[in-house]
C-alpha cells in the first residue's frame, strides 16, 4: 500500500505514515512501540503525597490556621512545611485535584444569627397567609 492509501485507511495525515515507515526501517517494530511520556519530573514522590495527604487530613486548624478551611495558600504552606517542597498555586490545585482527588468545595453563607425554629414557623404560618392574600 501506498503511504497516502495507509494515512486514508488509518485516519492521519501522509507525512505520519512517512516518519512511521523510517522507524519502522531503521528500527523494526521495536522503534514502534509507545514509549513513556516526557516531561518535568513531579516534585512530589508518591510518599510526600502521602505525607501531605495525612497532613492535610488533621484540618487546617491543627496547622496553626484561624478557621478549619482550605485555601490554596494554606496547602501551599503545609506542603511546604512537611515536605520542604515550595510548589506554586497551579501545582497545589493539580496535587489537590489530581494525586488527592479532592474537589473545589465553598462553604454556605448564613447569617450566624439565623433561627431554625422561626424560619420553620414563619414557612408554615405566616407564608399560607401571605400566600392566599387577605
Keep these: 500500500m501506498s503511504n497516502a492509501e495507509i494515512a486514508r485507511a488509518v485516519g492521519v495525515c501522509a507525512e505520519s505514515v512517512r516518519r512511521w515507515r523510517r522507524v519502522w526501517e531503521q528500527d523494526g517494530a521495536s522503534g514502534l512501540r509507545r514509549r513513556a511520556a516526557t516531561g ?3 516534585k512530589l514522590d508518591d510518599t510526600q503525597v ?5 497532613a492535610l487530613e488533621q484540618g487546617a486548624q491543627a496547622h496553626g490556621f484561624e478557621a478549619d478551611l482550605w485555601t ?3 496547602v501551599r504552606a503545609v506542603v ?14 493539580r496535587l489537590l485535584t489530581g494525586w488527592l ?15 431554625e ?4 414557623r414563619w414557612i408554615a404560618h405566616e407564608w399560607p397567609r401571605i400566600k392566599k392574600g387577605p
Aim: zero cysteines; proline letters at 7%.
Design 72 to 74: 490554596l495558600e494554606r
Design 117 to 120: 425554629s422561626e424560619i420553620a
Design 80 to 93: 511546604t512545611r512537611a515536605t520542604g517542597v515550595v510548589l506554586s498555586r497551579a501545582s497545589v490545585w
Design 40 to 42: 518535568r519530573p513531579p
Design 50 to 54: 502521602e505525607m501531605v495527604r495525612a
Design 101 to 115: 482527588g479532592w474537589s473545589l468545595q465553598r462553604p454556605e453563607r448564613r447569617a450566624v444569627e439565623r433561627d
